[in-house]
């Protein structure tokens, strides 16, 4: 998590730092702060409040200059005040500081390092583990910031992307990554490094992607990458067709509004690529890999999970292969038995979230090689990883979150189910154009769910002042029941809790009362009349129940609410159902007035275990 920007230019950088940090700002918002260098000197303004605060204290203190560095937080070490928050210093006092430093992931050893530091008389002033990094670059300062970086590098234990510079060489910025993201934006006259590119797209569209332990130099007019060997390398300029207004509201409240109604247009997007099912949709040598796996694992985090979940249900019952889905973060320290014929999926937005990540690296040192990752961000670590990906074409997500990417998330894990199960004959001709059909029928019936809005809405002030809620589900809708209860939680700060409607009366029914309200998800399926009697034995135990279905054939009774879905697609109904709930969580917090896009405490992209 944390976003770090830095800019190195012949102009006065505080706007573009400022502006930068603004799109940075999913990545954390716990505290934000820059550092400039101003008449020889070092200067830092830093804040607890939100970027536009800083904007303003930056303005009041007339700050500018032509390099400087800046930080949005997540906060792991030292809590969330005005003195952990970066820019972090080191000097003996901050007026005569020499080294400054923005930071995102944890240094592992900082409390050694802290305390071989403290006895050789360097001072504290924050809890971070990167102000251990400033005062060891101090440390080996000789004249040359490269250098002092290069050799800090070998002291750290973690994950890291920093930038740093130094008030004696006051036009270069030194910048490293290992397991953070880092990106080199290549201006006229001027050069940046930010966490994400899409903080510097107003200023550039050419980049370089920094690997772990690859080292930058930058001036204005120069750019040297190095090794971990210390060598000087060459790296592939790229040009990203990103504009820079994908960021505006438009018409919308909040971002979550926004991507949640972008979401037939993206499905559209996605069709367009899609004549016919065939496995090079999944990457040129998808058909030699595909052919021979025997399973399938999915790994992920958050919602990700949850639509692997989904997953799971599909490819085991169109392709029939065995499929299983695991949190990332368990998998790693779990001890598994490695099958090298396996299809490792990975699903995350971002590409940069550090237990997936890490996941991914441990199936290959298993010796499980087959990686398809299934990722919104094509220059991401996680798809640069993978042998085999397949780009969501969400666009930027900017809400923490996940709407538009959970369902086009959806949209790929489906087609991949089709083409698994073409190759593996297990579908006929018939059947792949009834699929084909409900894919193209996907936007007009999510946009059938939007046409709701004022029912949902209606709903969404109903439920926003509970303190719990309940949502149940019943297979391939059961992870719909989940997500639902994590939009509740992420954004309307409702305890809610997911169960499959079999398993109440195996503890569950206990907590109900007169007053705990309980969303079904009633799909027409095979199970809609189990559900039925799940309904009963929850009714008569004086359940408040609220019933989202697309069956015409439930008695409407007394004190039962009805939310009717007009379309589902057939085996696509969790992306609708999932759709309503987003919508409905959304209302919700509306009402609640919470902070919709950038809820308590989260962040979008966790780069940290
Ligand atoms: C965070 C976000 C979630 C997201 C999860 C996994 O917790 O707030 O919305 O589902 O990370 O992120 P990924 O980028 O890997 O999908």
């Known amino acids: 998590m944390c976003g770090i920007v830095g800019a190195v230019s012949l102009r006065d950088v505080t706007p573009m730092l400022t502006e ?9 918002y716990d505290s934000c702060g820059i550092a400039i260098i101003k008449n020889g000197e070092l200067h830092r303004i830093r804040g607890t409040k939100r970027i536009s605060e800083l904007q303003k204290k930056i303005q009041k203190n007339n700050l500018h200059g032509i390099s400087g560095i800046a930080h949005t ?11 952990n928050a970066h820019p972090h210093f080191s000097g003996f006092s901050s007026k005569n500081a020499s080294i400054a430093i923005v930071h995102n992931g944890i240094i592992e050893n900082h409390e050694v390092l802290r305390k071989n530091l403290s006895k050789i008389g360097y001072r504290f002033k924050s809890q971070t583990d990167t102000e251990v990094l400033a005062h060891l670059i101090n440390y080996f300062y000789n004249g040359d910031i490269l250098k002092a970086v290069q050799q800090t590098i070998q002291h750290i234990k973690g994950k890291y992307a920093i930038a740093v510079f130094c008030k004696k060489e006051p036009n270069r910025i030194v910048g490293a990554r290992n397991g953070s993201p880092l990106v080199i934006g290549i201006g006229k006259n001027e050069n940046f490094l930010a966490s994400d590119n899409v903080a510097l797209i107003p200023f550039t569209k050419k980049f370089i992607y920094l690997e772990d332990t690859e080292i930058v130099d930058l001036t204005p007019n120069n750019i040297s990458i190095f090794n971990t060997n210390g060598i000087k390398i060459n790296k592939k300029i790229q040009i990203e067709a990103i504009n820079s207004d994908v960021n505006e509201l438009g018409i919308h409240q909040h971002y979550m509004e926004k991507e949640i109604f972008e979401q037939p247009k993206i499905i559209r997007r996605l069709l367009k690529n899609i004549k016919s099912i065939h496995p090079e949709l999944f990457g040129y ?10 399973s399938v694992l999915i790994l992920g985090c958050g919602t990700s999970y949850y639509s692997g979940m989904i997953a799971k249900y599909w490819i085991e019952s169109i392709a029939k292969i065995v499929t299983s889905v695991e949190i990332a973060s368990e998998y790693r320290y779990r001890d598994t038995i490695p099958n090298p014929n396996t299809l490792i999926v990975i699903i995350s937005q971002s590409g940069e979230t550090a237990d997936t990540l890490s996941a991914l690296k441990h199936a290959k040192d298993l010796g499980m090689k087959n990686i398809l990752s299934i990722c919104n961000v094509a220059t991401s670590s996680i798809v640069n990883a993978s042998m085999l990906s397949y780009i969501t074409q969400a666009g930027l997500e900017v809400s923490v979150a996940s709407t538009k990417s959970f369902t086009s998330q959806l949209f790929s894990l489906f087609l991949l189910t089709l083409v698994l199960a073409k190759l593996k004959n297990r579908l006929t001709k018939n059947q792949e154009n009834l699929f084909l059909t409900d894919l193209k029928c996907l936007p007009k019936s999510i946009e059938s769910i939007f046409s709701m809005r004022k029912d949902i809405e209606k709903w969404g002030r109903y439920f926003a002042c509970k303190k719990n809620i309940f949502l149940l589900g019943r297979g391939v809708h ?11 939680k992420e954004i309307c700060y409702i305890h809610a809790e997911a169960f499959q409607s079999s398993e109440m009366k195996h503890g569950p029914l206990a907590l109900i009362t007169k007053n705990t309200p309980i969303i079904i998800i009633a799909p027409k399926d095979k199970l809609i009349e189990k559900l039925k009697s799940n309904i009963q034995e929850i009714k008569v135990r004086a359940g408040e129940l609220h019933i989202i279905t697309d069956s015409n054939n439930f008695n409407i009774q007394k004190n039962i609410n009805f939310l009717k879905i007009s379309e589902t697609c057939n085996s696509l109904s969790p992306i609708l159902y999932g759709i309503t709930f ?21 962040a979008k992209s966790v780069t940290v275990e």
């Open 478 to 488: 059961y992870p719909i029941a989940l997500e639902g209860a994590l939009k509740f």
């Open 285 to 294: 040598q998808a058909p030699n890999i595909f052919e021979k796996i025997d």
């Open 73 to 83: 937080r997540w906060a792991t070490h030292g809590s969330p005040n005005i003195n």
């Open 582 to 602: 987003q919508l409905l969580a959304y209302q919700a917090a509306v009402f609640r007035g919470t902070h919709i896009d950038k809820p308590r405490n989260l």
């Open 20 to 28: 930068s940090l603004y799109h940075l700002e999913y990545r954390g």
